[in-house]
């Protein structure tokens, strides 16, 4: 083999980078558990971070240089702080911190690491259980991982494609942390919604609404589509993430979303969808594997077959394997 005229060298620098990624991952994991972006809240040098965090100077230093590389964590001289990045996303008190992205991150990497075993089995439990403290905040994590995702970016590209000048009230149909409805209710200033979700889910839901200031247009709703309706008289509805392929009961689900609605009532999808090939995207496979999707054309079908009337993708983002679709409740 010449192995200085190789076809496919481009693609496979690609694909030996791909395997490098978990490290740049774990650099931020191992910064938010350690408090290291806390102690940036001011410029400090590495001593002063090591000492605030209890850890070791010389690996503090290396973390730091890590993370300048990242762009959230500035450096002048002997001293580090956060950029206005960093700030952003690593901070608590920030509106948009992913502070609960990586702590349910932190959930799924054990998933990951036994991922020979569950494809060996089949068996989901035959991957190791992640550290004590963090299996117990499982939920906690997961909701604040949501509002994360859709404050940086996921929100804000739903509201770019969608037009709800027309629409009056809006059901948000498993919202967790209520984040959707709050960013098309900022930006639709007819628009009232209810989100809809497990008690528990709604108290973290109550806590997003009140920090935005959007306790006169939001309510709240308790309900489980395992045993409850979802309400009447919405012209509006929202399913981001829970219509997660074959096994997500994504019939019973979407009946109950017909009825919910008024006749002439949008229907709006968000999920994680294949393409028609069930070849990629890359985001959309992987999550496939953990949990489960549709391709396009199987989440158009299922919600055809509950009735629904003029579905169609209305925007594809192909770097986050997602899609958005709407449909009319005849």
């Known amino acids: 083999m010449d192995l200085l005229n190789l076809e496919d060298i481009g693609e496979a620098l690609e694909l030996l980078e ?17 408090r290291v972006f806390e102690a940036l809240r001011t410029p400090q040098s590495v001593q002063q971070v ?6 070791d100077p010389k690996m503090t230093e290396r973390l730091l240089i890590a993370c300048c590389s990242l762009g959230i964590v500035q450096r002048e001289g002997n001293e580090f702080s956060l950029t206005n990045l960093g700030q952003n996303l690593l901070l608590p008190e920030s509106p948009r911190f992913i502070g609960g992205i990586l702590g349910h991150y932190e959930n799924l990497w054990w998933f990951w690491t036994g991922l020979t075993e569950v494809v060996k089995t089949g ?3 035959a991957a190791p259980s992640p550290p004590k403290e963090f299996e117990e905040r499982w939920h906690e ?5 949501m509002h994360g995702i859709a404050s940086n970016g996921v929100g804000q590209w739903i509201a770019e494609n969608l037009d709800l000048r027309d629409r009056s009230l809006l059901l948000d149909v498993g919202g967790g942390p209520g984040t959707y ?3 098309l209710c900022q930006k639709f200033p007819n628009l009232k919604a209810v989100i809809w979700d497990l008690p528990r889910t709604l108290a973290i839901a109550e806590e997003v609404v009140k920090k935005f200031g959007m306790e006169e247009r939001i309510t709240l709703q308790s ?6 309706e979802f309400g009447s008289g919405y012209d509006c509805l929202l399913m981001s993430n829970i219509l997660h392929g074959h096994e997500s009961q994504a019939s019973m689900k979407l009946a109950k979303a017909f009825r919910a609605l008024e006749p002439g009532g949008l229907l709006i999808v968000h999920d994680f969808l294949l393409n028609d090939e069930k070849t990629g995207p890359l985001p959309a496979a992987l999550f496939n594997l953990m949990v489960g999707a549709y391709s396009v054309r199987e ?4 919600i055809e077959d509950a009735g629904f009337h003029d579905v169609r993708l209305v925007a594809y983002h192909s770097k986050r394997g997602a899609g958005l679709v709407t449909a009319v409740r005849p």
């Open 123 to 125: 068996r989901r439990d």
């Open 223 to 228: 309900g489980d589509w395992n045993k409850d």
């Open 181 to 183: 409805s709050v960013i």
């Open 141 to 145: 994590f997961w909701i604040w991982a």
């Open 18 to 34: 791909t395997c490098w990624q978990f490290r740049a991952v774990r650099v931020l994991m191992a910064g938010h558990q350690l």
């Open 299 to 302: 989440m158009l079908t299922v």
């Open 50 to 55: 090591a000492q605030k965090c209890s850890i």
